[in-house]
């Protein structure tokens, strides 16, 4: 009888872990609000275009070209503009971690993944680039020290997925007092119906659905 409450007592921990890091991941980041006057720079925010993403089963193919491609012309766009590209990756750290999303999710995104880069599609040669092990990229204070050290206070955002690490960012974003657009045509989700209620909750609270064109 003990050993089977060693075991029980083992699958309630596991799970117990298993549905804090859920919600670790999920939840976005706060802290100090931003003085808006003296960030008068914008910058173009990809985030997680990776291959072990962009590569995973179920995107539409017709929709990961175009986001690709949009993604690509924004970067251009920046690039004229004098913008800083900003890549955040995301990389699933600790072995604990590594194991459950070798169970779940094939392992992408795990730290050592071969696909763990940027999709070379993209050609990004970010000016910055940012790791975060949860969803939202303010979870890196080097990417909040580069956005204070270069005066940023817009982000335009770009990148996958918007129902999660989109969302998260931006959510973070303006927890923090940043202006946020979001460029829908840049942007992939893997649950589209849901994406449209992730918008339109995000313009509530503030972000604006408009690319570098708009």
Not at 85 to 96: D, P
Not at 168 to 179: M, S, W
């Amino acid at each position: 009888m003990p050993v089977l409450w060693i075991i029980l007592a083992g699958i309630v921990i596991a799970v117990l872990y298993i549905l804090n890091e859920i919600r670790r991941i999920g939840t976005p980041t706060t802290g100090p609000a931003i003085d808006l006057a003296a960030r008068p720079a914008t910058a173009l925010v990809v985030i997680d275009m990776q291959t072990d993403f962009t590569s995973a089963p179920g995107w539409d193919a017709a929709e990961l070209d175009a986001a690709i491609s949009n993604i690509k012309d924004s970067v251009r766009q920046a690039r004229e503009d004098g913008m800083p590209v900003i890549a955040i990756r995301h990389v699933f750290k600790g072995k604990l971690a590594n194991l459950l999303n070798g169970w779940f999710n094939q392992g992408r995104g795990n730290d050592g993944s071969a696909g763990i880069e940027t999709d070379p599609r993209l050609g990004l040669n970010a000016d910055a680039e940012f790791v975060k092990t949860v969803g939202d990229a303010f979870s890196s204070t080097a990417f909040e020290q580069f956005l204070e050290d270069n005066q940023i206070g817009t982000l335009i955002l770009t990148g996958l997925d918007g129902c999660h690490c989109v969302n998260k960012t931006a959510q973070g974003a303006l927890n923090r007092g940043y202006r946020v657009h979001i460029d829908p045509t840049a942007v992939l989700a893997a649950n589209p119906a849901h994406w449209a209620k992730v918008k339109e909750k995000l313009e509530v609270k503030g972000a604006e659905l408009r690319g570098l064109s708009a």
